[in-house]
């Protein structure tokens, strides 16, 4: 299936067009020869700045490219990625009545009255969409968001000149030249994906189904039959869009802007943190990018998703993701460099794998081109992306729904550095991700019917014990356990087998649950601890029972 339906251009104007693209590299010094000018400075603009203005000056599918290689800290430096970044697609918004014939030509009557009621000027444009408000014959206000028909074309136009990118010539963190084959490939992919609005209104059905109500993120009310690969309708949705939020860039340190960093931005940091890791390692559905354009803020730090892109990730690889990054936060590289390569489609050898393990130890000694900030920890962020960036380097072929994980986790790690520069927003939401995760778990063992396979297990095994302890004759004397045939058990106090029988019941509970829980990373530790507690507390209680029975 095409990616885009091709223009009639004529071969004389593609070959000019492929011309046109290969000198704006050329000059960039990004391939090929470059002719110097003599006039030019010595001091040469960094390669990621020439990539970005020659991306910017060749249009807006070139500058996709451009925003798309900023999210892959494993091939580029971060710094490289941060001045990718600044990628700047802007352009004036498409004319309404473009839009307008855009959406009657995706077929029937409804988008027929669709189109005569889209309303102008448009909410706001992106790149590649552009959103009105609309209403129904009923009344019923709507939001259609719409591919811009300006971008279709030009994607149109230059789509085949797409793999001139695989002969850029950039240098990645270990000195090497940086093979950006996949990486075209991938994005081809993505922006396939990303063009079909059909996408967006399956993911968001999907996504609503996982949501409850007291959860912190919302979707708006799709409308299915309004919905096409060109349109997505979806009711209104209150909210402060997160762009309109975001602070100026800043660059140095600056005294009063840190001893002001309690304010609320700070909380709504760690709050998008909390929701993309959620959404992504407990409901596994991972948001990959457009995350800046598609989501709003709501009193209380609550979203509204209203589209983006979106990978499944599957229940193994929530799991494992959600232990690798545990294995982060408490220091654990050996451990976090075997979870990440489960997730490799790549063979290792274990001279390569313990290499690879030695290098994430020595991590801090990798940080190349790391932030350019003044927060005096270790941010969480910056250790995933230097092992992320070692592991490409060892060899490790991602297959594509680990690539969408971290290139989701760039863009969100970005957006929360810009409302809490002097804080760590990433890992003080992986904390409390470790502690819903625990609980969504402990909800699950305990639930009523989980609840009742557990007893249904055990109660015959307890129920055969305890029969075995009544034939003994068991009672207690002088702190020792007599069977019925001794002459010290006649004057012994008989032990209430009720009570025991409940105390060891419970014990078994404490079992079932503690080997459950302590399996389930994170929260392992503490649940241990919990419960030998118990154990402890319990064994006090039956031992004191014990006594006063013989004292009695």
């Not at 470059?34 to 203005?53: C, I």
Request: overall charge negative.
């Amino acid at each position: 299936m095409p990616l885009w339906r091709r223009e009639t251009n004529t071969e004389s104007a593609t070959r000019a067009r492929e011309r046109t693209v290969r000198e704006r590299l050329v000059e960039a010094g990004l391939c090929g020869t470059r002719r110097r000018d003599p006039a030019a400075s010595l001091d040469e603009d960094p390669a990621s700045v020439r990539l970005r203005r020659a991306l910017e000056s060749l249009g807006p599918l070139f500058a996709a490219f451009g925003s798309y290689l900023a999210t892959r800290a494993d091939l580029l430096p971060l710094q490289d990625c941060l001045e990718l970044a600044k990628t700047n697609r802007s352009s004036p918004h498409t004319p309404t009545d473009w839009i307008r014939s855009s959406v009657r030509i995706e077929g029937s009557g409804a988008f027929e009255e669709l189109a005569s009621r889209i309303e102008d000027p448009p909410l706001r444009h992106g790149p590649l969409y552009q959103w009105h408000q609309a209403s129904l014959p009923e009344g019923d206000r709507l939001w259609v968001k719409v591919l811009r028909p300006e971008f279709e074309k030009k994607v149109a136009e230059d789509a085949d000149l797409l793999p001139l990118l695989k002969e850029i010539k950039l240098t990645g963190g270990d000195g090497k030249v940086v093979d950006l084959g996949f990486a075209v490939e991938d994005f081809t992919a993505s922006l396939r994906r990303q063009m079909d609005l059909g996408n967006e209104a399956t993911a968001l059905a999907e996504l609503a189904g996982e949501l409850e109500e007291d959860d912190d993120r919302t979707v708006p009310k799709l409308y299915p039959e309004l919905c096409s690969p060109k349109v997505l309708t979806t009711e209104p949705s209150d909210g402060k869009s997160i762009v309109e939020i975001l602070p100026p860039s800043k660059g140095e340190d600056d005294a009063e802007d840190r001893a002001s960093d309690d304010r609320p931005n700070t909380e709504l940091a760690r709050c998008l943190c909390l929701a993309w890791l959620r959404q992504s390692l407990l409901e596994g559905l991972c948001w990959e990018g457009s995350i800046e354009e598609n989501l709003l803020v709501l009193p209380g730090n609550r979203f509204v998703v209203t589209g983006g892109q979106f990978t499944r990730l599957e229940a193994d690889a929530q799991a494992n993701l959600l232990d690798y990054l545990t294995a982060v936060t408490r220091e654990e590289p050996e451990r976090a460099c075997k979870l990440l390569l489960r997730e490799t489609l790549s063979d290792f050898t274990a001279k390569s794998r313990d290499r690879l393990c030695q290098q994430f130890r020595q991590g801090e000694s990798f940080r190349l081109g790391s932030w350019s900030d003044a927060y005096a920890g270790k941010r969480l962020a910056d250790t995933l992306f230097v092992q992320w960036r070692l592991a490409h380097q060892a060899g490790l072929r991602a297959p594509p729904y680990l690539i969408a994980f971290y290139r989701g986790l760039f863009e969100t790690e970005l957006l929360a550095r810009r409302l809490a520069r002097y804080r760590d927003p990433l890992g003080e939401g992986l904390d409390d991700l470790r502690i819903i995760s625990t609980a969504v778990r402990l909800r699950e063992l305990l639930g009523p019917s989980r609840l009742k396979a557990n007893l249904e297990r055990f109660l015959p095994a307890m129920e055969e014990l305890l029969q075995k302890v009544g034939d003994a004759g068991l009672s207690v004397q002088d702190g020792k356990l007599r069977t019925g045939d001794e002459p010290e058990a006649r004057s012994a106090s008989p032990i209430s087998w009720t009570f025991i029988g409940g105390v060891l019941a419970l014990l078994v509970s404490l079992v079932v649950i503690s080997n459950r829980l302590a399996s389930v990373q994170p929260g392992g530790r503490w649940v241990e601890g919990v419960a030998a507690l118990s154990f402890v507390a319990l064994a006090a209680i039956l031992l004191r029972k014990v006594h006063g029975g013989q004292s009695g």
